[in-house]
């Protein structure tokens, strides 16, 4: 059964930066490709990159470009993805997503986001 | 940059069909994929690579594809349907980055 387990919720400061976790079981990292999409309240989903494997190359959004980085851990089969620079408008939902060009696609349940002072 | 573009919302009927649309010029070149989000809950993949549907999805759930636009159809929408719905693909020529259409709020009522 694949699971994505995604860290707790967080609060942090405008100009901080988060780093949320995403676990995964009953798979491996190197048998498949992390996506993170965010969603702010309200609003629609928002792709903010992912690893290519046509490419072998991992692509973020421009919007993102230069505030995110996404990383894995082969090793615990977790992925991370970090967003640096943090305003009020980062306030989101963010989810990691396993599969998200394949018939095989699984959510994590989502990490809150709150940017606040 | 890349834009998909969905109507604000659709609402049918019980028993009717719903069709939500999705446009793009790349829709032309790469695939679609379609999401079903409840309330409060992560999305759900419906369709994907234009019109295969996942195991688990509904029969009822179809998708199709012309040019640059791709359409989802709900034949016989259900009141459990209700929910929002977005199309997802790739820019081909912006290095495979991708996008979510806006989102489509389907009412079955």
Redesign the interface.
Known sequence: QVQLEQSGTEVKMPGASVKVSCKVSGYTLTETSI?W?RQAPGK????MG?F?P??DER?????FQGRVTMTEDTTTDTAYMELSSLTSEDTAVY?CVMG????N?Y????TLVTVSS | SYELTQPPSVSVSPGQTARITCSGDALAKYYTYWYQQRSGQAPVLVIYEDNKRPSGIPERFSGSDSGTMATLTISGAQVDDEADYYCYSTDTSDNHRGVFGGGTKLTVL
Do not use: M, P, T
Not at chain 1, 100 to 103: F, G, P, V
Not at chain 1, 107 to 110: A, L, P, S, T, V
């Open positions: 996506h999409v629609g989903l928002d792709w992912g290519d046509e490419d692509i973020y959004a421009q919007k989810y998200l060009l394949s018939e696609n959510w994590g349940r989502g």
